[in-house]
């Protein structure tokens, strides 16, 4: 598959949405390089706004404008937002209710040799327990475009989570992504991966993989994490074994999401390829991933595991 | 619009048909009628932040009577002037502000820190009408009146923005990170109130951390410095229809205030930041303000 940049997909859609919409306004807090809000900045100037390394009160400008009648998108580093300034985004705009659009990059361990202080692993989990905020995690470039759209258009708080590095492209240019609904990426009767971010392409050759083994696995991309899609999730566990997958502690991310729901409404065996309680190293992306247990051998591996698990 | 017991001023002509204006005799009518209802909710609610209420009283009662321009029964009327609250355990002192301008009945004043009550413990602007933002973690206000603000200058509106921190607040980082953006935005239809009453909930602000000296460091940051007696109604308009003229930088005023004010024990007691008066205390406090 070829690989595309989703923060070069981000910078460029913001460019695209400032252009028909007078009222987004973007920040960044000195990353603005990284984040890849430069784009927009070079081209709308006056409706920029580096705050410096200030992400505190970057949320409390974001808030301010939406309250106003502005689109805010505000762009740092996974780490920093939620993890700099959460009890800003808790009172600022979740409490508040305000329109604003949080776009943070370089989430999970694959920001890679900046090391543990850089690899947001925990940012899932603290924005998912916000009321009121959608919560997006995409799995390559085009559904980052995609779904930034969609965030414009979206009245409430949003958090978007990328990548740092390229990843391989999933969709096609036709693909149309809808808030709220998982996207079944592969069908399959033994066993349901679900996978966010950049958890999803391992997760199609893990199916590849277990394809050849004689195991049918379905694969879903849920990639709008809250609301999540529970009738997705019940539909998975109707193959009775589910695995989830995602760059993130196994605390308070996707797989207890899964495990809430289905420990209510169908219990089956679930198993979780995701971070233990632990923190990482420095290291290349593929060697973290690889150590870490976030590869398509390991979710591979838990969908043997799941599978005799299987009553 | 008038608010109940007082009377439009006939000196007094507004560029617009919003806000609410009183003679300067009547303004001290007007802030001790909203002391009195301060110290009765706290009192009825049984829990609440007296001191830091009561020293503000006289400087959010000129801006609303005599600085604002707003339109009680059309909240979220585009051009009117922002108020935000930061210190936002004040908030009966802004619930009573709002209430005597008829934004909602003086009668459900007490139903403060209720449950279901449109007035929350802390001040929430997804529930009651006029209050702009939910605070209560303080440090918050400045960065989200820049915000509000910056929106006026993009939307070519002539809206200002007013927002009120407490002295202790300034411990915050954020009001500095804020105070650095505001003067690099050039920020100039933003004007900050800074309630300097000297007191925070563990002592005295110079014991607990010491912010002196306010003026040097707003001044510093790239601020206007207007430093005011918070408790004279003249003094005060006049600081802020100086702040009117100040461009290219924003204004801040460090209103010198008594925490607790108007109310003789509970002037300068640090132990009224946040506990409430019990039957006795509220009864001689209403004597007071008789």
């Known amino acids: 598959m070829p690989e595309e940049s989703m923060r070069e997909a981000y910078g460029k859609t913001l460019v695209e949405l400032g252009k028909t919409n007078p009222d987004i306004v973007v920040l960044d807090a000195d990353l603005c390089a990284s984040t890849m809000t430069k784009y927009f900045i070079q081209e709308f100037p006056e409706r920029s706004f580096d705050v410096g390394i200030a992400e505190q009160n970057m949320i409390g400008i974001a808030a301010g404008l939406a309250a106003s009648g502005k689109i805010p998108f505000a762009s740092t580093f996974a780490v ?3 993890g700099r ?11 508040s209710e305000l329109n604003v659009k949080l776009v943070v990059t370089h989430g999970g361990l694959s920001v890679g040799e900046d090391g543990t202080s850089h690899q947001a692993i925990e940012d899932l989990s603290l924005i998912c327990s916000l009321p009121g905020f959608t919560v997006i995690v995409p799995a390559d470039a085009v559904e980052t475009a995609a779904a930034v759209k969609a965030a414009a258009d979206l009245d409430g708080p949003c958090y978007i989570r990328l990548g740092r590095p390229k990843l391989p492209v999933v969709f096609d ?21 679900i996978a966010i971010g950049i958890m999803v392409a391992p997760a199609l050759d893990a199916a590849e993989m277990l394809a050849a083994e004689g195991i049918k696995c379905r694969v879903l991309n849920m990639s709008t994490l809250k609301p999540v899609d529970e009738a997705a999730i019940l539909k998975a566990a109707e193959t009775g074994a589910v695995v989830t997958a995602e760059e993130h502690l196994e605390h308070g991310g996707l797989g207890s999401t899964v495990a809430r729901i289905l420990s209510q409404k169908k219990p089956v065996p679930v198993e979780f390829v995701a971070i233990r309680d632990t923190y990482a190293s420095s290291g290349k992306p593929a060697e973290l991933l690889e150590r870490f247990g976030l590869t398509a051998q390991d979710i591979a591996a838990a969908v043997r595991k799941v599978i005799k698990r299987k009553s | 619009m008038t608010p109940s017991g007082s009377k439009k001023s006939p000196s007094q002509t507004s560029a617009s048909d919003a806000g609410v204006f009183v003679s300067q005799e009547d303004l001290a009518g007007v802030a001790k009628r909203i002391r009195r209802h301060i110290v009765t909710i706290i009192g009825k609610a049984g829990s609440g932040h007296p001191g830091g209420s009561l020293s503000a009283v006289d400087i959010v009662t000129t801006l609303y009577w005599k600085v604002l321009r707003h339109k009680p029964a059309d909240p979220h009327w585009p051009d009117r002037d922002r108020f935000i609250l930061s210190k936002g355990h004040a ?3 802004l619930y009573s502000v709002l209430a005597e301008c008829d934004y909602f009945p003086v009668s459900e004043l007490t139903t403060l820190r209720q449950m279901d009550s449109r007035l929350q413990g802390h001040a929430d602007r997804t529930a009651t009408p006029g209050v702009e933002m939910s605070s209560g973690s303080l440090g918050q206000g400045l960065s989200f009146a820049i915000g509000v603000a910056l929106a006026g200058r993009l939307d070519s509106k002539d809206y200002r923005t007013y ?5 202790g607040e300034c411990n915050e980082g954020q009001v500095w990170e804020a ?10 239809n933003l004007v900050a109130v800074v309630d300097n009453n000297g007191l925070q909930i563990d002592g005295p602000t110079c014991d607990v951390m010491n912010t002196d000296p306010l003026d040097k460091k707003w001044e510093a940051f790239g601020w206007h ?12 308009s006049e600081a802020f229809e100086k702040a009117k003229t100040i461009k290219g930088k924003p204004t801040v005023i460090i ?22 008066p019990d039957k006795e205390q509220l009864e001689t406090a209403l004597k007071e303000l008789a």
Not at chain 1, 85 to 95: G, K, P, T, Y
Not at chain 2, 179 to 188: K, T, Y
Not at chain 2, 225 to 236: A, M, S
């Open chain 1, 80 to 82: 920093f937002a939620p």
């Open chain 1, 85 to 95: 300034c959460f009890d800003q985004i808790r009172m600022s705009i979740a409490q």
């Open chain 1, 173 to 193: 240019d036709n693909y149309r992504f809808v808030p709220g609904k998982a996207v079944a990426m592969r069908d399959g009767s033994d066993a349901a991966v």
């Open chain 2, 91 to 93: 908030a009966p002192m």
């Open chain 2, 163 to 167: 927002v009120l921190l407490g002295d």
């Open chain 2, 179 to 188: 105070a650095m953006a505001a003067a690099h935005f050039s920020v100039d």
């Open chain 2, 225 to 236: 410095v207007i430093e005011v007696d918070g408790h004279d109604f003249t003094r005060l």
């Open chain 2, 255 to 276: 209103a010198r205030t008594t925490k607790g004010k108007g109310v003789s024990f509970m002037e300068n007691v640090v132990g009224f930041h946040g506990k409430a």
